[in-house]
């Protein structure tokens, strides 16, 4: 009987790790990348991963691509004072060897622009990643619910506050 425990647990946790994705080049490994389905009419998404670097060489994201969106930038939240405030960061995010940065809500995140359909649950949606000494790096982002604080394959969230960042894609 324990050798069949035994043998269950070990299936159920092989079958958790062939569901969490993972994409790598040149050092760089982007970590469960998801976002949110959208409501209908929505112009706006957002993607969240985490990406760490086990390269030598310091590397930066510049941008990407998105199926069905016209425009990929990648913003910061923060809080300042008792505000929440987003902004572009039109010069991209270094991430220095060893690093990881975590693209979460309430936090760093890619900003889906001028979507030309809702992003639909259950759905993977390709994309890119745009590195400036990696080049592209192409991933597929899992979709979760309109209103998920982190993905359910092991996806993080920094902050519970995602009250903006929902006006903000309504």
Sequence with gaps: MKREIYAIVALLSMCGAASS????????VIGHPWTRATPEGAKAGAGYMTI???GKDTD????????GAEQVQIHEMKMEGD?????????????KPGATVTFAPGSYHLMFLSLK??????????????FEKAGNVDVEYKV???????????????????????DHMQ
């Design 21 to 28: 994705q993972q994409f790598e080049k040149d050092g760089l």
């Design 52 to 54: 760490t670097n086990k």
């Design 60 to 67: 930066k994201l510049t941008g990407g691509t998105f199926e």
């Design 83 to 95: 505000k929440m405030t987003m902004r572009q960061l039109t010069d991209g995010i270094e991430i």
């Design 117 to 130: 359909k809702p992003i639909a649950k259950g759905e993977n949606a390709k994309g890119s990643l745009s």
């Design 144 to 166: 979760e619910d309109i209103g998920a604080l982190k993905s359910s394959d092991g996806g993080s969230m920094k902050s519970d506050d995602s009250k903006m960042m929902h």
